[in-house]
Each structure stands twice: as structure tokens, then as C-alpha cells.
């Protein structure tokens, strides 16, 4: 089974707005990541979670403020976003962030959109 | 950096047939990952097949193979017996293997007529 799950599966929200993004796996992967694709775009990668730690943060605005509760969740506040970051938000897990352990399996995304 | 081309933007095929399509990369890493990922318009990134650099043998998967040319950082997707479901944007993507972050290109947008 290599089943990420997100939700919500679309979210519209306002500039003052506070929301969160949710993803879980229960795979036993020990890395997760969160990636913002615009339409007809590849993924771009924001941060990675490596052992429930944060890793990797690329340089992404203070707004977006990610989140790793245990092994299996990974949360993304969202504050004061801008019209701009309307998006697909992918998750996806690994598990590891070494050798062969690396492969990523990804979400299905929540559409997002700010209004 | 390392950097990843997909001279194809769009491609069509017609069912049944065979497609393949370009990647190339480049990296001064003598072992590292590729992939290929689907994205159908669900947008869900399906993972299509991975391939090792340090192993010669070309990856398949069912109707999905890989021509992998490491001295020419080659890695083009072969699709054969093209189906409708295979309608999708492919990726293709790099990985160090001492790291996580994927590289990827721009995507070829593959169509599939009936």
C-alpha cells in the first residue's frame, strides 16, 4: 500500500484568513514533504520532514508554517496568504531520505484557492 | 545544479500504439535516481517506473520501459500498447542519492486518441 491521503481536497479562503492542510501516510515512512504546483507547472518543493524534524525549508514565506505532529501527520497552516499562492499542494512521503529508501509516493493535493 | 529537459511539451499518440517520450538531465553525481511521474488531470503524481543509476539494466514496468543511457544522461519513457487512462502530464525527475529533494523537468503533456 502506498497510499498518501490529503484533505481537504479543495479549500477557498480569504486573505485573513487561517486554515490548515492535513496529510497522512501509514506506510512506517519516516520523511514527508509538501511540494506547491502551479497549474501546467512541476512541483516545487517547500519543506521536508525528516524523523518528525524539519530539514529542508525553501526559503518559503512565514505565512505557509508546516507542521510534523508524530511519524504519520504532517500539517500546513495557512496565515494571510495572497492571491498568489493559490496552488496544488501535493504531500508526499518516503521512507527515508537516504539510499535506496528515497522513492517519494505523493497525495492526491488540495486545490487551493485565495480570494 | 543539476537540471532536467523534456524537449516535448506535447505528444499524441493513438491508442494501441507506442510513444516515447525525452528526458535529459545533467549532473556530475556518478549515482543517482530518475523517475517518471503521471499526472493525470485528477493532478493525483503517480509514480510510473524509477530506474538506478548504477544498475545498466533498463527498468520495466508492465507496458512502461525506460531506455537509460548514463554516458549520454539519456532517460527516455517508452509506452507501449498506448491506453486511454495513459492520457496524462509526465515528469520526469532526478534525485541525488545522498539527498531527497527531486529535481524535475516541465512536464510533457501526452494525449491519447481513440
Known amino acids: 500500500d502506498t497510499e498518501v491521503t490529503q484533505t481537504p481536497k479543495h479549500l477557498v479562503m480569504g486573505m485573513t484568513n487561517k486554515k490548515s492542510l492535513k496529510c497522512e501516510q501509514h506506510m512506517g515512512h519516516r520523511a514527508m514533504y509538501w511540494y506547491k504546483q502551479k497549474a501546467k507547472k512541476p512541483p516545487e518543493l517547500m519543506f521536508v520532514?525528516?524523523?518528525?524534524?524539519?530539514?529542508i525549508n525553501e526559503s518559503v514565506p512565514s505565512r505557509f508554517s508546516p507542521e510534523c505532529p508524530n511519524s504519520s501527520l504532517l500539517n500546513l497552516h495557512l496565515h494571510a496568504l495572497q492571491p498568489e499562492d493559490s496552488a496544488l499542494y501535493l504531500c508526499a512521503s518516503s521512507q527515508g531520505v537516504a539510499g535506496n529508501r528515497e522513492t517519494q509516493y505523493f497525495g492526491p493535493g488540495t486545490r487551493l484557492l485565495v480570494l | 545544479a543539476q537540471t532536467v529537459t523534456q524537449s516535448q511539451p506535447e505528444m499524441s499518440v493513438q491508442e494501441a500504439e507506442t510513444v516515447t517520450l525525452s528526458c535529459t538531465y545533467d549532473?556530475?553525481?556518478?549515482?543517482?535516481?530518475l523517475f517518471w511521474y503521471k499526472q493525470p488531470p485528477s493532478r493525483q503524481m503517480i509514480l510510473v517506473i524509477r530506474q538506478e543509476a548504477y544498475k545498466q539494466q533498463n527498468a520495466t514496468e508492465n507496458r512502461f520501459s525506460v531506455n537509460f543511457q548514463k554516458a549520454a544522461k539519456s532517460f527516455s519513457l517508452k509506452i507501449s500498447d498506448s491506453q486511454l487512462g495513459d492520457a496524462a502530464m509526465y515528469f520526469c525527475?532526478?534525485?541525488?542519492?545522498?539527498?531527497?529533494?527531486?529535481?524535475f523537468g516541465e512536464g510533457t503533456q501526452l494525449t491519447v486518441n481513440p
Open positions: 549532473t556530475s553525481e556518478s549515482d543517482y535516481y
Open positions: 525527475a532526478y534525485q541525488e542519492t545522498s539527498g531527497s529533494r527531486l529535481t
Open positions: 520532514y525528516s524523523y518528525e524534524k524539519l530539514s
